[in-house]
T-cell receptor
Framework: DTGVSQDPRHKITKRGQNVTFRCDPI?????LYWYRQTLGQGPEFLTY????????KSRLLSDRFSAERPKGSFSTLEIQRTEQGDSAMYLC?????????????FGEGSRLTVL | QQPVQSPQAVILREGEDAVINCSSS?????VHWYRQKHGEAPVFLMI???GGEQKGHEKISASFNEKKQQSSLYLTASQLSYSGTYFC????????????WGLGTSLAVNP
């Protein structure tokens, strides 16, 4: 399978715990995006990378959220001291952009439930 | 600024046509259209670029009015497989590849 893979697919945690999600993009895709989606809503931008550089982080995110993409390959999204409001589907997408934008390939998502 | 999609929901019978609209209050470089089925990841349909270039499926058409900052997705002769939620994502004139997504349009195609 050469698509975008995310792990874990489901995570149930207690409030206050830390969680980490991993995303493996399609090989050679230079752009990687993290989105959060709740029921009935569109994907909400969290952050994105071009290779290993984090270009922007949403102002909506508190300092509890951090993302990395070491060596420009896989990426991790960590949420510290989780709150019930963090419950959502976390989507990762990658694209191969050059001069013009390319299509995004989404992973299946990591569903977080905070109890 | 989040783009506004209309209508919020559409119910069709197989074979009917539908138009989904997406409008932004800001100048746009590109508009992207994706379809998401329940419990699945969004799937690419179309990219429309400022200047008229398009990239997407042959069976799906769309338009992009740069002056009005609007895009429309045309679904003709709908099939049952067209059911799902359609999202437009807009990229601002800064060409920074950051997409802001609308709330989606739910489409149900019935036999």
């Amino acid at each position: 399978d050469t698509g975008v893979s995310q792990d874990p697919r489901h995570k149930i945690t207690k409030r206050g715990q830390n969680v980490t999600f991993r995303c493996d993009p399609i090989s050679e895709h230079n752009r990687l995006y993290w989105y959060r989606q709740t029921l009935g809503q569109g994907p909400e931008f969290l952050t994105y990378f071009q290779n290993e550089a984090q270009l922007e982080k949403s102002r909506l995110l508190s300092d509890r959220f951090s993302a990395e993409r070491p060596k420009g390959s896989f990426s991790t999204l960590e949420i510290q001291r989780t709150e019930q409001g963090d419950s959502a589907m976390y989507l990762c997408a990658s694209s191969r952009d050059r001069v013009k934008p390319g299509e995004l390939f989404f992973g299946e998502g990591s569903r977080l439930t905070v109890l | 600024q989040q783009p506004v999609q209309s209508p919020q929901a559409v119910i069709l019978r197989e074979g009917e046509d539908a138009v989904i609209n997406c409008s932004s209050s800001k100048a746009l470089y590109s508009v992207h259209w994706y379809r998401q089925k329940h419990g699945e990841a969004p799937v690419f349909l179309m990219i429309l670029l400022k200047g008229g270039e398009q990239k997407g499926h042959e069976k799906i058409s769309a338009s992009f009015n740069e002056k009005k900052q609007q895009s429309s997705l045309y679904l003709t002769a709908s099939q049952l497989s067209y059911s799902g939620t359609y999202f437009c994502g807009t990229e601002g004139a800064g060409n920074n590849r950051k997409l802001i997504w609308g709330l989606g349009t739910s489409l149900a195609v019935n036999p």
